[in-house]
């Protein structure tokens, strides 16, 4: 069964750096789009990031400059590695997939059929 992991989520104070994991199981990772999600409180999920399977990347405005995303195909991981945070980074950060090859980089939020669990960031003082 195909199963999406986050990790490395936490406390960081603005200005600071995190590295969001998102280890693949069930399934190769680098063969299909990967995507980064987030929701804030009261907020809707948005999509901040993509790698396609040929390794083109997209990037939502507000994080561009800021945040990199990449992946280990010898890990089967994407990662998400965010600097300079900010306040209105808190959010539940997810990554996404779909089997189908149907999701594009970037893609329409409805061909997502993998999701993981999330991994909370907090940026604050």
């Known amino acids: 069964q195909a199963q999406l992991v986050e990790s490395g989520g936490g406390l960081v104070q603005p200005g600071g750096s995190l590295r969001l994991s998102c280890a693949a199981s069930g399934f190769t990772l680098h063969y299909f789009t990967i995507y980064w999600f987030r929701q804030a409180p009261g907020k809707e999920r948005e999509g901040i990031s993509c790698?396609?399977?040929?390794?083109?990347?997209y990037y939502m405005d507000s994080v561009i400059g800021r945040f990199t995303i990449s992946r280990d195909n010898a890990q089967n991981t994407v990662y998400l590695h965010m600097n300079d945070l900010k306040p209105g980074d808190t959010a539940v950060y997810y990554c996404?997939?779909?089997?189908?090859?149907?999701?594009?980089?970037?893609?329409?939020?409805?061909?997502?059929?993998?999701w993981g669990q999330g991994t909370l960031v907090t940026v604050s003082s």
């Open positions: 790698i396609s399977s040929d390794n083109g990347a």
């Open positions: 996404a997939t779909d089997l189908l090859g149907r999701l594009g980089c970037p893609g329409d939020r409805k061909y997502v059929e993998v």
